[in-house]
């Protein structure tokens, strides 16, 4: 077993691993989830490790208000995923088995999803936008969407067309969800990327659907966007510290990795409840250094100060980056410390789970447990009331921590 560990580890430092776009999602209707409200999940890698939350209030180019994750440097016009005041809400993967031209247009996935949220109310709103839209669209990518009215698809989009996946429909996903990464459904057979993570995810989830039935926002960030299972090595780190003798390992298509920036899921409303009550649950950072925050369209400007951009109270920090960010970036610098050669390949598994106990997953568990205690029997309460109430929520805001400080 460690002479085949040896040999493929040895081969994975030879494959370029296309780190800045290589997201994991899903989206799951009522039908797995214990409450019956959908889930949206995106699990995000990109070039810009410097994220933050912002809230986007109308405007003359805003018809709906929205709060969306958004690169740090970009001041206006991105948004990478995010939820409306109508309850619509959207992510995306790239894709790299749909675009059927040369046109160097690309990259437009976030200015797509920021025009969705101002203007998206349902999913065929989304649809009449795509329609208009000009042409090329300078995208090649799946848009995942939930909305208030129990809509819940995915888009596969390229420069000139998109194609609908119903995740309602039983003859396309008969379990009740879909797994995409970095190729599509009715894109070219046999290319894109992804796919050793899209099995992995499908092979979780699939266990757990089977097993126990109930899909959680909680039980995505521990059991995937926290995962170090591995579907083609058939191995997962949490499990075999003989994998790791020295508590090094390569970091190869696993969910998170080094180039992973934050981790959201989205969770919808049932037909007829207000939109407001539609949670964005928010992991910013490398997600086994970081904590999840509960946010609300509702808060508008008034949201939690930690993902935020600091703005004037930097204190010699970038007032552009938020404090749960920089927090995440400083401890996956620890966990990512060799920058020459190869050695950026690696990552020190031990300091984030280890037979001690003393890893950042396992420090970090205490304290996101009692963020999930709190805000779910609260939200619990919202729904039967039918409303946020908003001193609540404050008072809640100023009982955690959510910058994750831990001893």
Known sequence: MKKLLLAVVALLLFVPADYSRACTSAIFTG????DGRPLLWKHRDTGELNNRIEYFGRSKDIKYAFIALVNSPVQYGEAWTGTNETGFSIMNTASYNLKEDEDKAADREGEVMFQALACCKTLRDFEKLLDKMKRPLGVEANFGVIDAEGGAAYYEVNNTEWRKV???????????YLVYTNHSYTGRINEG????????????ILR??????????????NSLSRSFHNSLLNID?????????????VDQDFIPRRSTSASIVVKGIKKGEAP??????????????????????KSGDKLPAEVVKRGSNADNMNPDNCVLCDKALERRAEVFPIKRGNGRNYFNFALLYNCKGTGYIQRLAPVENIIFDKFDKQIEQWYKQGSIN??????????????????
């Open 208 to 221: 757990r659907v089977v097993e126990h039935g109930d899909i959680t926002p909680q039980w995505i960030f």
């Open 31 to 34: 039908k797995v989830t214990p």
């Open 390 to 407: 908003m001193d609540e929520l404050n008072a809640l805001y100023q009982t955690i921590d959510f910058g994750g400080n831990i001893k």
């Open 276 to 297: 407001e009550l539609t949670t964005m649950w928010t992991i910013l950072g490398y997600p086994p250094v970081s904590v999840a925050v509960p946010l609300f369209v």
């Open 166 to 176: 119903d995740v309602n429909d039983s003859k396309i996903a008969p379990e009740g």
């Open 193 to 204: 990327m992804g796919y050793i993570r899209y099995t992995t995810a499908s092979n979780i």
């Open 237 to 249: 780190l949490m499990d075999n510290k003989e994998i790791t003798p020295n508590g090094w390992f």
